[in-house]
């Protein structure tokens, strides 16, 4: 069994392999596995990773400086299911197209990328900002904000 899971974590879909439904959302883990709810956290509060707390408020994370430009994390896990989860974090734009949020699990179809802080034009794809187990981690997170 330990195997089979180092084998998932060895093999992420690739971003540009991700199978979106109408709605959005990713219906089957990004890497195989259930991801850490308290790695998830993590993610999600360090402005070098996820940094959803600059735009989101999540009252249960002890996060200075909480965002209000994105509605509020609380209660997330009884609105949407892992999938729609594991969508929105993935590319939100294929559940709301105008949407600001970063998409977070892409490498191609930016309009004008940069290469990091060169300022010249990107030379290909770059790279996801969050990995296959980041975002699962961040998925299972957001599955346990519950309405209390």
Same mark, same amino acid.
């Given at each position: ?19 979106? *439904?109408? $709605? ?6 990004? $890497?195989? $596995?259930?991801?850490?709810?308290? &790695? ?5 509060? !360090?402005?070098? +990773? ?8 999540? *009252? *249960? /994370?002890? +996060? ?7 509605? *509020? ?7 949407? !299911? &892992? +999938? ?22 892409? $490498? ?9 802080? &060169?300022? @010249? +034009?990107? @030379?290909?794809? /770059?790279?996801?900002?969050? &990995? ?17």
């Amino acid at each position: 069994m330990t195997l089979a899971a180092g084998a998932a974590y060895a093999n992420p879909v690739a971003p540009g392999d991700v199978s979106f *439904s109408d $709605t959005g959302a990713i219906a089957e883990s990004l $890497t195989g $596995t259930p991801g850490d709810a308290a &790695s998830g956290a993590k993610v999600l509060a !360090d402005r070098g +990773a996820g940094n959803c707390v600059a735009c989101h408020k999540i *009252s *249960s /994370l002890d +996060a200075a400086f909480q965002g209000t430009v994105g509605p *509020s994390l609380d209660g997330v896990g009884d609105r949407w !299911d &892992s +999938a729609q989860l594991r969508g929105l974090v993935a590319n939100a734009k294929h559940t709301f197209p105008g949407t600001i949020m970063p998409s977070f699990y892409k $490498t191609a179809g930016y309009i004008r990328p940069g290469d990091e802080f &060169s300022g @010249k +034009a990107a @030379k290909g794809d /770059l790279q996801p900002l969050l &990995s296959a187990e980041q975002v699962e981690d961040v998925v299972a997170f957001l599955t346990t904000l519950k309405q209390q």
